[in-house]
């Protein structure tokens, strides 16, 4: 295989003159002329790991060796294949998960955003994302990324006290995190996230806004909080059912979310999201395409995407996901082009739960326009406005439903999950009734 490099280069320099136009113009809105069903984000997975994260039950591996040309090759061709069968022609974003993806080469990242660019268009300016650890992420290796098209990172900084750092099970020490965040900020200023947790066994939470504090004297403009979730088969989960740990304190993790939402708030941060803080307009366009229920394909082993596969004759939005295992997923691509081991067809109803459900997380809501999309025949006045359940909720200001849509409060976002019980079954009941009266009657 020829080396993509130099063409990658070529999109990399396209992309600056872009964007250095757009900042002139002054960030506008958004600018997409392709339909819906030709639009996609891309998100790309990198399975491999240096060490397992006591905490974490991601699709990952940790090798002896990684055959990175072999992977790099079903990478590309597994993202031309599903661009071919989604029949999308503009990829907006595209982000590059894991796993680290960080400790792949620079020349992979090239390799699969080339063929990108051949196979659709990719905006000139399009967001594209790296995940990275403070470990596997020199500032040269980071500056290399940036060469290839990597235009924004995404830090798996998630504490800066070296012992939760240690019970973690991360390889790198608060020390390494703050050093390779100075270094991504000077080589990506304003485009660097990081994500910190919270909830962790034996946390206080006095300690941890003390290192959100310290963290807003060296973040940039995006902070993501997480909460732990202690999942069965990972280490933590056995050290604390072991009792070696204290269980992780729901409440003291709800205080601390509370109280770091204010800290970040006052600090010039807008929550966008339930988990997801920005100032200075540095939202993060790959994940808001999640939330507004956009297309998305998922490349690499165990990814998952939810497209209509329109190249392929499709009439439904299809939820997909890619085979787990990276040797399989190797496997099957080299024979069918792509390691799909789900299809799954989403119905009217599970596609407008999902618009509901995944809208709610930000802080706009849903649309009137936005939920026209998906249904044109049943509005969200018809579906909410009617009902008592929804008027309590409204009345005791955790919702709002007016002449822009449906959105959470500010209160309202931090129990978005309780609002979600009154919400579902109302919206299954309308769609129930809506179909009723579509019912010929005998
Ligand atoms: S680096 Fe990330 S994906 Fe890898 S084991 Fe740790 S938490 Fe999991």
């Known amino acids: 295989m020829t080396l993509p490099r130099v063409r990658a280069c070529g999109w990399v320099a396209a992309a600056k003159a872009a964007q250095r136009r757009h900042q002139a113009e002054g960030a506008g809105g958004p600018r997409c002329p392709a339909p819906r ?55 907006e974003s595209v982000f590059f998960g894991g796993g680290t993806p960080s400790l792949a080469s620079p020349h992979t990242v090239a390799a699969v955003l080339e063929a990108v660019a051949q196979a659709a268009y990719l905006p000139a300016d399009a967001e594209v994302t790296l995940e990275a650890n403070p470990t596997s992420s020199a500032g040269s290796r980071l500056a290399a990324f940036g060469t290839v098209g990597v235009n924004r990172l995404s830090i798996g900084l998630q504490s800066l006290d070296d012992a939760e750092l240690q ?45 959100l504090q310290e963290l807003l004297c060296h973040c940039d403009d ?65 994940n808001w395409n999640y939330w507004q229920c956009g297309q998305y394909l998922g490349v690499g082993p165990g990814a ?33 082009g792509h390691g799909t081991r789900k299809r799954v067809p989403l119905g009217e109803l599970e596609l407008l739960e999902e618009v509901l459900v995944m809208g709610l997380r930000t802080d706009l809501g849903i649309t009137h326009q936005h939920w026209q999309q998906f249904e044109p025949q049943l509005t969200l006045w018809d579906v909410f406005g009617t009902s008592k359940e929804v008027k309590e909720l409204l009345e005791q200001g955790l919702l709002l439903l007016d002449h822009r ?3 959470c409060s500010w209160e309202g976002l931090a129990v978005l999950d309780s609002l979600l019980l009154t919400l579902l079954p109302q919206l299954q009941e309308a769609w129930q009734q809506r179909i009723s009266t579509l019912v010929p009657r005998g």
């Open 37 to 91: 069903s030709q639009r996609a984000s891309l998100y790309i997975h990198w399975p491999y790991c240096e060490k397992r994260c006591g905490y974490c039950n991601f699709n990952k591996y940790i090798p002896r060796g990684v055959e990175e040309a072999a992977v790099r090759s079903c990478l590309v061709t597994e993202a031309q294949t599903l661009l071919l069968l989604s029949g999308v022609r503009r990829v």
């Open 167 to 211: 019970l973690l099970g991360r390889t790198h020490s608060a020390s390494d995190a703050l050093r390779t965040l100075a270094e991504a900020r000077h080589l990506f200023p304003g485009r660097v996230s990081v994500d910190l947790m919270l909830g962790l066994p034996a946390q206080q939470v006095g300690p941890w806004l003390g290192q």
């Open 222 to 286: 995006h902070v993501s909080l997480y909460q732990l979730s202690l999942e069965r088969g990972t280490a933590l989960f056995a050290q604390v059912q072991q009792g070696a740990l204290p269980a992780p304190d729901p409440e003291l993790a709800a205080e601390m979310y509370q109280k770091g939402r204010v800290v970040l708030r006052e600090a010039g941060f807008r929550q966008y999201e339930v988990s997801n803080f920005a100032r200075n307009g540095a939202l993060s366009t790959h």
């Open 304 to 336: 998952h995407g939810r497209f209509l596969p329109q190249g392929a004759g499709g009439h439904t939005r299809e939820a997909r996901i890619q085979t787990l295992e990276p040797d399989n997923w190797m496997k099957e691509v080299k024979l069918f």
């Open 405 to 407: 849509g449906l959105r």
